[in-house]
Structures are given as structure tokens and as C-alpha cells.
């Protein structure tokens, strides 16, 4: 249920809170993934006593304050700041003096069902199928002639929460060839996105094709013959219709320098489902939260789900354990990215900026929120230091921090 209206006062309850408040009833009436039941408990568990924190102290006022430490938790939206803070500080080692274009692949909801069936073989099948069409189109020699880069940043989720599986692709605008040159893209302009598409949804179905011939995929359940994706007719119906549909490919003019990179950057790289900012209420009955209609002209609305059915959505995205939601191709890959990006970066005759030394949790944290984690709230001019450790009530919990 939509409801049109969408100012509501800020709310402070947070996606823990309903956990808190529905995980017993929720857990009881459906069957869980282990990875499912993990992210739950750690959500449930993170700033609180349960895992732990320490007493800190103002050396000025005296004033006592408690700090409960983090889960960690990759779905966790109280614990995605500061790593996000370290990755960015990471990548603007590797700027290159170059235009950068953003991708996005999506995938046809037609397949919804079946990914959610076989996640990590799909999710890999379409990371794979996105660099495999920047790479034909880098390598095509009447274009870059060369190896391009690319970071790959897996999404699966709409604003309303229903699967909505694509890539976001940062594509620096080159390529380095065979003689070691570097061959410069269109500075406004990457690829044709009709032509990126038809070769995008090839190289998708051929691996999902693939994956069916060697039996890797499992298939949903259907009491009906006439279209269990068992039966190979039906599979082969189903490839038929998507290979007839059109496969959205949207390609956005470059960014305007590497800060809208990085800022860019910083919004997608660890994003969740849903931030807490987003969730406006929760109590027995529904949980209410916005989101943005794009087909409605970027509407910001209102949604009201029971607790079952929200919580039901969010746990759809849970990525199974160990499965790296971001990955680097092409010359960026981690293998050969440092010697890649000192060569491209010497071909364009570019000197970065003396590398500062790495930023300790305190300096990240100002930068990302404005206050210092040290100095005392209360008096505002002492700092605070820790004068008792709180144990980890659940030591043998290990957290999610791939």
C-alpha cells in the first residue's frame, strides 16, 4: 500500500528496531538462510551492550560516556560510513587524470525469480556479462584497440524494495593497448548504449545457458509441467522472450572531475536496501518508509507493509557469505592495478599529489560527519579517553566484514 503523501516528521527508529520488535515472530513463521539469520542478529545486536564497547571519561568536565561497539555487518546501515571513508581514500590513489563514465546494466525482472534461487551464480554471471561487454567494445579495433578498466558495484534493490538486480559501472574514458600507449575515449562519450545492450543481454543468456547445460542452476519448484523451468523446452521459452525484450543500458555523460567521482563513489559503494533516515515508523501492525517513484516523476511517497512483508523484502538482499558485491576488471584489477596506473599515469605524463599519510578513524570520521569522536559533548572542550572495557557478550560471533 502507497501512500501519496510524503512529509511526515523525522522519525527516530531505525531498521534494528524493527528487527527488535518482529525477528522472533518472523523467524518462527519462515525458513531462513544462514547468511539471512546472521545479518538479522548482527543488525539486532549493533551499539548495544550485547557486543561490547568501553567507558570513556572527559579529561576536563568529568563527564562519563559509554560507547557500544559495531557489528560490522556489511548489511548494516550504522556500519557502512567509516568503511566507505577507507575504500574512497583507497581509490584516490588510482585517479587518473582522465574522463570517468558511469554504466548502469539492469537485468529484466523476468529473471527475478530464478536469481533469487541461484544468487551467487547470477550475480557473478552478471558482473562478468558487464565487463565482458566493455571489454568487446574496449577491444574492438575500430575503437579503443585496447584493455579498458572498470569498477563493478553490484545493486539488487529498488526504492520500494523489490528486486531490481543491476551493475553500476565507473569506466575510466581509455584504454591501454598492446604497445603499452594509452588510446583516449570521446571525452563526452563512451558507447553506443543500443549497441552495449544487444551485446550485454548475448553474453548474459549464452552464460545462463551454459549454466543450465551443466546443470548449475537450482530450479524453482512448479507443480505445472507446462512451465517448470525443468522441462528444457520451457527454459529455452523463456531465453526466447528475453532475447526479444529490450535490456536496459543507460550511460550518463562523464563525471565533472574526481571530487564527483568520489562523491558519486561514496553514495553506491556500500550501499544498503533501505538507510535508517528512510524508515518512518514501526509498531505491530506495519512498518512505514519512503521511497522514490521514479516513474512518477522522482515522487517521493510514503509505503506502509506489514513487518513480515518488509522484513521479507530487506532479507532478499542479503548476498550470500564471502561474495564481493564490488569488484575490479581490466587494467583495474588488483592484480595489476598499482603497475597498470603507475604506467598509464607516466603515458599522460601526470605527477599525482604527494600521497598523504593514511588518515587514522578519527581524522576519517570528522571529515565524514563533522565531529571529532573524541572531544566530550557535553563541555565541548575536554577530550574523552577510555578508562573501562565492556567484553563482547557474543565473542564467538564472527562479523560479516566482506
Known amino acids: 500500500m502507497c501512500d501519496q503523501e510524503c512529509a511526515p516528521e523525522k522519525s527516530s527508529v531505525e531498521l534494528g528496531d524493527v528487527f527488535r520488535m518482529h525477528k522472533e515472530s518472523y523467524c518462527k513463521d519462515y525458513t531462513l538462510a544462514p547468511e539471512q539469520y546472521k545479518v538479522i542478529n548482527a543488525i539486532c545486536n549493533c551499539r548495544t551492550s550485547v557486543l561490547g564497547g568501553h567507558v570513556e571519561q572527559c579529561d576536563n568536565c568529568g563527564d562519563i560516556h559509554v560507547s557500544y561497539n559495531s557489528c560490522r555487518n556489511r548489511h548494516c546501515p550504522k556500519c557502512q560510513s567509516l568503511k566507505t571513508a577507507k575504500w574512497l581514500e583507497d581509490r584516490q590513489k588510482e585517479l587518473l587524470p582522465v574522463p570517468y563514465f558511469h554504466v548502469v546494466f539492469t537485468l529484466p525482472h523476468e529473471l527475478n525469480t530464478l536469481i533469487l534461487y541461484n544468487k551467487k551464480e547470477l550475480y557473478s554471471l552478471l558482473m562478468q556479462s558487464v565487463w565482458e561487454t566493455i571489454k568487446t567494445f574496449g577491444e574492438d579495433p575500430k575503437r579503443l584497440n585496447g584493455l579498458m578498466g ?138 512505514k518508509f519512503k521511497w522514490r517513484d521514479y516513474s512518477d516523476n522522482n515522487t517521493v511517497k510514503v509505503m506502509t507493509l506489514t513487518p513480515e512483508e518488509f522484513i521479507r523484502r530487506f532479507l532478499m538482499h542479503v548476498v550470500p557469505t564471502g561474495f564481493m558485491r564490488v569488484r575490479f576488471f581490466g ?63 557474543l565473542a564467538s560471533v564472527i562479523p560479516d566484514t566482506s
Not at 534493490?157 to 559501472?169: P, R
Open 150 to 287: 572498470m569498477i563493478a558495484i553490484l545493486h539488487t534493490w529498488g526504492q520500494n524494495l523489490f528486486d531490481h538486480n543491476h551493475v553500476h559501472g565507473i569506466v575510466p574514458g581509455g584504454a591501454l593497448t598492446d604497445g603499452n600507449k594509452w588510446q583516449p575515449s570521446n571525452p563526452d562519450y563512451l558507447f553506443p548504449v543500443k549497441a552495449m545492450s544487444e551485446v550485454f543481454k548475448g553474453i548474459f543468456i549464452a552464460g545462463l545457458r551454459d549454466l543450465y547445460d551443466k546443470d548449475k542452476l537450482k530450479i524453482p519448484d512448479s507443480a505445472d509441467l507446462k512451465t517448470s523451468l525443468s522441462v528444457r523446452e520451457n527454459f529455452e521459452t523463456l531465453l526466447d522472450s528475453l532475447m526479444k525484450k529490450k535490456w536496459v543500458v543507460y550511460s550518463k555523460h562523464p563525471f565533472a572531475g574526481p571530487k564527483k567521482l568520489l562523491d558519486y563513489l561514496g553514495r553506491y559503494v556500500n550501499k544498503i536496501a533501505i538507510s535508517n533516515y528512510r524508515i518512518l515508523n514501526c509498531d505491530e501492525k506495519s512498518v
Open 331 to 393: 587494467f583495474l584489477a588488483n592484480a595489476c592495478k598499482k603497475k597498470n596506473v603507475a604506467t598509464i599515469r607516466n603515458l599522460l605524463s601526470y605527477e599525482p599529489t604527494e600521497e598523504k599519510q593514511k588518515k587514522d578513524v578519527r581524522s576519517l570520521m570528522l571529515e565524514l560527519t563533522g565531529n571529532d569522536i573524541m572531544l566530550c559533548q557535553k563541555c565541548k572542550t575536554g577530550h574523552l579517553y577510555t578508562i573501562q572495557a565492556m567484553p563482547n557478550k
